[in-house]
Nanobody
Framework: QVQLVESGGGLVQAGGSLRLSCAAS????????MGWFRQAPGKEREFVAA????????YYADSVKGRFTISRDNAKNTVYLQMNSLTPEDTAVYYC?????????????????????WGQGTQVTVSS
């Protein structure tokens, strides 16, 4: 079982940047497909980005494509989400998660129910 702790959230002005980190513990991190999700008040949790075990494959929601970058450092057991050109619509609690499947398919890594481990979340607030 992978345990996850997010950090790096905060308050930023529109157009600014933040880098989220997700520190993982557990022997299976290096083989795990990892994802970032977010949840705004009154809305369902939505997929943001995913990365395969090696970092060689990534995928983004259309709403963040070209602005966000997901990466990982398996030696440090950490996944990152670099967020640039932030807008108020990006305001949400951001969660990292470890997928129960390693199968690289959109239907898999965009589905919250297929993730077995979740962090506690970190708040990102973008002011206009």
């Amino acid at each position: 079982q992978v345990q996850l702790v997010e950090s790096g959230g905060g308050l930023v002005q529109a157009g600014g940047s933040l880098r989220l980190s997700c520190a993982a513990s557990g022997r299976t991190f290096g083989s795990s497909l990892m994802g970032w999700f977010r949840q705004a008040p009154g809305k369902e949790r939505e997929f943001v980005a995913a990365i395969n075990w090696s970092g060689g494959s990534t995928y983004y929601a259309d709403s963040v494509k070209g602005r966000f970058t997901i990466s990982r450092d398996n030696a440090k057991n950490t996944v990152y989400l670099q967020m640039n050109s932030l807008t108020p619509e990006d305001t949400a609690v951001y969660y990292c998660a470890a997928c129960s499947s390693s199968h690289w398919a959109v239907a898999v890594f965009t589905t919250p129910g297929l993730y077995r481990s979740w962090g506690q979340g970190t708040q990102v607030t973008v002011s206009s």
